[in-house]
């Protein structure tokens, strides 16, 4: 299985980005996905997530309310909508496939696949 995260780019603050990520192979649909993200200096942290059916989700308190995560698994691919950018949202994002089908607070050690990374910059 691999991830490919794209969307990436230079936004002001205020402003919208839409991240995505595309999967490969069959068992898409049978586990939840989450994105992360690694701020320079920073620890890579949890930011949203959501269950292999793409009825639940969960965010971190930081995005709460504005970034959205959705999936298609028809098109085996889950987005990130991140809107009213903050500075502090810069970071690089990372899409995660979880080890189990549900959504929660995910730690590094629930991800079993890693996508490469896509950069968000936002200016104030």
């Known amino acids: 299985v691999q991830l490919q995260a794209s969307g990436g780019g230079l936004v002001q603050a205020g402003g919208s980005l839409r991240l995505s990520c595309a999967a490969s192979g069959r068992t898409f649909s049978s586990h939840a996905m989450g994105w992360f993200r690694q701020a320079p200096g920073k620890d890579r942290e949890f930011v949203a997530a959501?269950?292999?059916?793409?009825?639940?989700?969960y965010y971190s308190a930081s995005v709460k309310g504005r970034f959205t995560i959705s999936r298609d698994n028809a098109k085996n691919s889950v987005s990130l909508q991140m809107n009213s950018l903050k500075p502090e949202d810069t970071a690089v994002y990372y899409c995660?496939?979880?080890?189990?089908?549900?959504?929660?607070?995910?730690?590094?050690?629930?991800?079993?696949?890693w996508g490469q990374g896509t950069l968000v910059t936002v200016s104030s």
């Open positions: 995660a496939r979880c080890k189990y089908s549900d959504a929660f607070a995910y730690t590094q050690s629930d991800i079993d696949v």
């Open positions: 959501i269950n292999y059916n793409g009825v639940s989700t």
